[in-house]
């Protein structure tokens, strides 16, 4: 059973900053593209960032300011998202997801599953 849990989100000051992780489980990680996807309160989801299977190919969603980190630990099975300077815009629930390549930023991302996510609030 494919699982994927993340963590890390919390409530922070504009200009804040935060690490979030996404645990995974189930599915042979080595061979998947990976993403963050993200979705502010009474709108639909937005990509966030994306990486290829060994690292070394990263992608950005346009909602993000250049401010964000996509990383992975092939070893621990882990994604990571560096974020700082984080501003208001940037609440929203944060979700991990897997692919077999580079997903269609044409499209938007699947909403996050019922529990899925972690909530990143900034706030002064």
């Known amino acids: 059973q494919v699982q994927l849990v993340e963590s890390g989100g919390g409530l922070v000051q504009p200009g804040g900053s935060l690490r979030l992780s996404c645990a995974t489980s189930?599915?042979?990680?080595?061979?998947?593209?990976l993403s963050w996807a993200r979705q502010p309160p009474g709108k639909g989801p937005e990509w966030v960032a994306f990486i290829n299977t060994v690292g070394t190919q990263t992608r950005y969603g346009a909602s993000v300011r250049g401010q964000f980190t996509i990383s992975r630990d092939n070893a621990k099975k882990m994604l990571y998202l560096e974020m700082t300077n984080l501003m208001p815009e940037d609440t929203a629930l944060y979700y991990c997801?897997?692919?077999?390549?580079?997903?269609?930023?044409?499209?938007?991302?699947?909403?996050?599953?019922r529990g899925q996510g972690t909530q990143v609030s900034i706030s002064a």
């Open positions: 189930g599915f042979t990680f080595n061979n998947f593209y």
């Open positions: 997801d897997w692919h077999l390549g580079w997903p269609d930023v044409g499209k938007p991302p699947r909403p996050p599953r």
